[in-house]
């Protein structure tokens, strides 16, 4: 991979990486306003995770289409694009992010598929909560996984 390819790799992952601290901001609030107990204000903060985890998946995508771009199983890319970014790929890729990374990822993608799918049930606050606290978790050692793999990038010829 040749320097430009590798700057245009890291442009974008950097600015998918600003749009994902925008959505942990907005978790941030609405799970400040939680407090309250309003179903609007959970509701709001369930929105908010679906969100995080759509910009992460959005993320994955970016780095799958700049190397290897071909999910075989279609009904169920989701889950293997996050199992795939955690292969080293020889002569491809290195691993984009840890197994510990993705196995948060896929509590989150499970929420998400509940949620999109949750119009007969009301939410509960404490899951809500505990998918919040999976945004918290999983977004320091995303960052640490994507430092890592933009550096292995710049070292590759």
Known sequence: MDSRD???IEAEVRHQLEL???VRATIADRVARMAAGEAVVVEGAAFHVNNFYSAVEDLLRIVAAA???N???VSRWHS???DRMTLDIPGVRPPFMS???AQLLHRLRSFRHFFRHAYRVELNPDEVLE???RTSEVHPLLLADVERFLGQLRTVD
């Open 99 to 101: 197994a510990g990374a």
């Open 67 to 69: 190397f290897e771009n």
């Open 80 to 82: 293997e694009l996050i």
């Open 6 to 8: 590798a700057s245009l």
């Open 20 to 22: 994902i601290d925008k």
């Open 131 to 133: 998918n919040v606290a």
């Open 71 to 73: 999910i075989d199983d």
